[in-house]
């Protein structure tokens, strides 16, 4: 075993250390379609608990108004999860008609 580091071997790792640094500049960037189906689906999640925190604010300061605590935050919250639910079906369907629109386009210049 040698006392110190073999400068041959720290001039290759250096060499492939800085040819792996160059290379990355020119690697391909990721695109819109890449991201395209983890957006929509973030875009759903974001919705469905928009629809949860709105009906529980709603019904918590009517609750804290009225003195009812804590009947309206039941009800607001489960009218806001049926409304986010609403809303990530018409989202869904937006989607849908998207990609059958995008389908048809594909399939008439085939």
Do not use: C
Request: glycine content about 10%; cysteine-free; overall charge negative.
């Amino acid at each position: 075993m040698s006392d110190g580091p073999d400068p041959d071997r720290l001039k290759d790792l250096d060499a492939r250390l800085s040819r792996l640094k160059s290379g990355q500049g020119t690697a391909k960037p990721h695109t819109e379609e890449h991201y395209s189906m983890a957006q929509h689906a973030w875009r759903m999640v974001i919705e469905l608990v928009a629809g949860l925190g709105i009906g529980f604010a709603i019904g918590f300061g009517l609750d804290t108004l009225l003195g009812t605590l804590p009947w309206l935050m039941v009800v607001f919250t489960v009218l806001g999860f049926m409304a986010g639910i609403k809303t990530m079906m018409r989202s869904a369907q937006e989607m849908q008609r998207e990609n059958e629109a995008a389908n048809a386009a594909r399939d008439e210049r085939e």
